[in-house]
């Protein structure tokens, strides 16, 4: 009697032959091109938006002294800002941010090498910033828009007037919302003259761009595995706060007899 040890199909999916996976599959990379198209269509779209100049003079509080939002660039075109929820008198950092600024170091010296300078900037005084930053280990430059009005012109931060109607103008639609942060990204643009423009801001699920780890969740069979959490991304914790990932466990098997079972 011959016998094999398989592991047990604890997935209720179709399994197939080659032959079928390679036709599915086809039909869905058909899918992903359409995708890709569009979304290369879309990022075309997005650059010719027009722009808006920047009227104010923001200042910001940074590790080397007060700094203009025009110094934020360091001599670049470009600026892209990860409107970071850090208010005052939190002790940390949003999750959920802190998620997408995990992603951020790796980045920095790819952007600046196409003319692109990125920085984080979030309302929590400085000391507050840079005490969490360390603890988390970070290299990027986050600045603190402190006493100014930078959040709230951009559409992140919402003042107790404004909170206590309900309703905020969030991601261009007022919308019912209580929190006083919101997550965002920006983008700024210095001419030659020195003056700067707003070119793009995107909000909610649009953040997700910074979000790598969730792209390659998005590969997998198990995908991002949030349907049974109390809200999206209740799984998520900072870094430092995850317990140790919780190993496999052991497949089941189930033994396959030829001729008579024993």
Same mark, same amino acid.
């Given at each position: 009697?011959?016998?094999?040890?398989?592991?047990?199909?604890?997935?209720?999916?179709?399994?197939?032959?080659?032959?079928?996976?390679?036709?599915?599959?086809?039909?869905?990379?058909?899918?992903?091109?359409?995708?890709?198209?569009?979304?290369?269509?879309?990022?075309?779209?997005?650059?010719?938006?027009?722009?808006?100049?920047? %009227?104010?003079?923001?200042?910001?509080?940074?590790?080397?002294?007060?700094?203009?939002?025009?110094?934020?660039?360091?001599?670049?075109?470009?600026?892209?800002? $990860?409107?970071?929820?850090?208010?005052?008198?939190?002790?940390?950092?949003?999750?959920?941010?802190?998620?997408?600024?995990?992603?951020?170091?790796?980045?920095?010296?790819?952007?600046?090498?196409?003319?692109?300078?990125?920085?984080?900037?979030?309302?929590?005084?400085?000391?507050?910033?840079?005490?969490?930053?360390?603890?988390?280990?970070? $290299?990027?430059?986050?600045?603190?828009?402190?006493?100014?009005?930078?959040?709230?012109?951009?559409?992140?931060?919402?003042?107790?007037?404004?909170?206590?109607?309900?309703?905020?103008? /969030?991601?261009?639609?007022?919308?019912?919302?209580?929190?006083?942060?919101?997550?965002?990204?920006?983008?700024?643009? $210095?001419?030659? %003259?020195?003056?700067?423009?707003?070119?793009?801001?995107?909000?909610?699920?649009?953040? %997700?761009?910074?979000?790598?780890? /969730?792209?390659?969740?998005?590969?997998?069979?198990?995908?991002?595995?949030?349907?049974?959490?109390?809200?999206?991304?209740?799984?998520?914790?900072?870094?430092?706060?995850? %317990?140790?990932?919780?190993?496999?466990?052991?497949?089941?098997?189930?033994?396959?007899?030829?001729?008579?079972?024993?």
């Amino acid at each position: 009697m011959n016998t094999t040890l398989v592991k047990a199909n604890t997935v209720n999916h179709p399994i197939v032959s080659m032959d079928r996976w390679i036709t599915e599959r086809k039909a869905l990379l058909a899918r992903e091109k359409e995708l890709t198209r569009l979304n290369d269509q879309i990022a075309n779209e997005r650059r010719a938006l027009p722009w808006v100049r920047v %009227e104010k003079n923001y200042v910001f509080d940074t590790p080397e002294g007060p700094r203009t939002l025009a110094e934020l660039f360091e001599g670049r075109r470009q600026l892209l800002v $990860q409107h970071f929820m850090f208010a005052p008198g939190w002790e940390e950092g949003c999750k959920s941010c802190s998620f997408m600024a995990d992603h951020t170091d790796g980045m920095t010296v790819h952007l600046a090498h196409r003319d692109v300078t990125l920085v984080a900037i979030s309302r929590a005084p400085l000391a507050d910033i840079e005490r969490f930053r360390q603890r988390m280990g970070w $290299q990027f430059k986050w600045v603190s828009s402190h006493g100014g009005d930078f959040n709230h012109d951009f559409g992140v931060s919402f003042t107790p007037e404004e909170r206590v109607k309900g309703e905020v103008y /969030y991601n261009y639609v007022m919308q019912p919302f209580r929190g006083e942060e919101t997550p965002g990204i920006s983008v700024f643009y $210095q001419d030659d %003259e020195g003056e700067i423009f707003h070119t793009y801001s995107r909000y909610g699920r649009g953040a %997700e761009v910074m979000m790598g780890t /969730y792209h390659l969740l998005d590969l997998t069979p198990k995908g991002r595995n949030e349907a049974d959490v109390a809200y999206k991304m209740e799984w998520l914790r900072h870094h430092d706060r995850y %317990e140790p990932a919780p190993l496999a466990k052991p497949a089941a098997a189930v033994r396959l007899c030829s001729g008579t079972p024993a």
